[in-house]
């Protein structure tokens, strides 16, 4: 990943954890799901919303084209066999334990 993609990662993951952006209660970057390499994932706990951002940077409309194209591909992988369930379900778990390994890393 080059660093231009990383700073990109960075700040979508910043803003969809702002109150004034999605308001999401987790986001990551990097989050393998079956076969699969999510560019940003964050979930909003209230509103029960998934977000997955495909970041790409170009300035050909192939480019941005390619990401709508991975974009329908992860939905499609998200929906088969009722991954949206189990994917909300996860995160729902998973906030508690990112929550504990920020206090505790804020302790340190």
Request: glycine content about 8%.
């Amino acid at each position: 990943m080059s660093e231009r993609e990383s700073v990109m990662h960075e700040s979508v993951k910043r803003y969809a954890t702002r109150t004034d952006g999605l308001g999401c209660n987790f986001a990551t970057i990097g989050w393998d799901f079956h076969d699969v390499q999510f560019d940003v994932v964050a979930y909003n706990n209230g509103k029960n919303e998934l977000h997955v951002v495909e970041c790409k940077r170009g300035a050909k409309s192939t480019d941005i084209g390619h990401a709508f194209g991975q974009l329908l591909e992860y939905k499609a992988i998200i929906h088969e066999n009722g991954y949206a369930s189990r994917l909300s379900t996860y995160i729902k778990t998973l906030k508690p334990m990112v929550e504990d390994w920020k206090l505790a890393k804020t302790k340190v």
